[in-house]
T-cell receptor, first 115, second 117 residues
């Protein structure tokens, strides 16, 4: 079975500073993908970034980067230069490639950016 | 490109009543998912379709929940009879088949918020 753990229910960050949201995962499958999604108060889930289990380099997408440490089974999201619009719920998810694409989500971290 | 469409956005019902939610995925997406998101928690997969076949429904409470995806396009999720603990947001998502550079990310609708009184 696959499991995602996000240990930070809530995080605060000052505007323009960087913040790291933690995510650890558990799977016995060697081939998987890790995802981060943002859910603003409006409710729609927005895809942010993807890391494949065989990717050698950490993924980056604009101000988002994924700190992938395979041996530790962690996939932390780093947001640089935080903006007020980054205030939202953030979910880490895993998709195992051998399981017809089933995606498992963590319970999320609420990020609040302070002006 | 049109996104994932869901309706209704909001629904309030009494316990033991029935409710149905509709989802139209992005055109061409073979895989469709229904997730239940209880307030303060992450989405929990209820059922996954690939085309019009069920891939995974292991967490669907089959005594009260049912879902179908006729013709492999849009889908309906039904709850009958509803319980208080069914109050949640029901998210529909779709994705294309994984191939090439496709990461397998999910594309979500805005969700249907259900309140059971």
């Amino acid at each position: 079975a696959q499991k995602i753990t996000q240990t930070q229910p809530g995080m605060f960050v000052q505007e323009k500073e960087a913040v790291t949201l933690d995510c650890t995962y558990d799977t016995s499958d060697p081939s998987y993908g890790l995802f981060w999604y943002k859910q603003p108060s409006s409710g729609e889930m927005i895809f942010l970034i993807y890391q494949g289990s065989y990717d050698q380099q950490n993924a980056t997408e604009g101000r988002y980067s994924l700190n992938f440490q395979k041996a530790r089974k962690s996939a932390n999201l780093v947001i640089s230069a935080s903006q007020l619009g980054d205030s939202a719920m953030y979910f880490c998810a895993m998709r195992v490639n051998t399981n017809a694409g089933k995606s498992t989500f963590g319970d999320g971290t609420t990020l609040t950016v302070k002006p | 490109e049109a996104g994932v469409a869901q309706s209704p956005r909001y629904k309030i019902i009494e316990k033991r009543q029935s409710v149905a939610f509709w989802c139209n995925p992005i055109s061409g997406h073979a895989t469709l998912y229904w997730y239940q998101q209880i307030l303060g928690q992450g989405p929990k997969l209820l059922i996954q379709f690939q085309n019009n076949g069920v891939v995974d429904d292991s967490q669907l409470p089959k005594d009260r929940f049912s879902a179908e995806r006729l013709k492999g396009v849009d889908s309906t999720l039904k709850i009958q009879p509803a319980k208080l603990e069914d109050s949640a947001v029901y998210l529909c998502a779709s994705s294309p088949l994984r191939q090439g550079a496709n990461t397998g990310e999910l594309f979500f609708g805005e969700g249907s918020r259900l309140t059971v009184l």
